[in-house]
């Protein structure tokens, strides 16, 4: 019998993550989450589309707020959602402002 292969890796493994690859992996992130809202969103009745956005923009304002997304980024994905789902319940996106540097 074989060991199952590992799918986590060990600290050792891999370098340190920079800001850009963080942000990038949070927006294919958000990206995938909002492109299965989109595709189930003609299947579910209204009000648990409307919590799945509103879990959805939760999850995008945190994510801007603890800087791992940027809000410009963050409104563009949102924007391209809405397009492909004119359907989808509008919400009020309340992005944090950004701390200076």
Do not use: N
């Not at 920079?18 to 595709?39: M, P």
């Not at 707020?65 to 959602?81: F, G, H, I, N, S």
């Not at 397009?83 to 540097?101: N, S, W």
Request: aromatic share 2%.
């Amino acid at each position: 019998m074989t060991c199952p292969r590992r799918i986590v890796r060990l600290a050792r493994e891999h370098g340190p993550v920079t800001e850009e690859a963080r942000s990038e992996r949070t927006a294919r992130l958000l990206l995938a989450r909002l492109d299965a809202l989109v595709q189930t969103a003609g299947c579910l009745p209204h009000p648990e589309v409307e919590r799945l956005v509103e879990l959805a923009s939760v999850a995008t304002m945190r994510a801007v707020a603890l800087q791992l997304l940027d809000a410009e980024r963050a409104e563009a994905l949102w924007r391209e959602a809405y397009a492909r789902e004119p359907a989808l319940p509008l919400i009020e996106l309340r992005i944090p402002a950004t701390r200076a540097a």
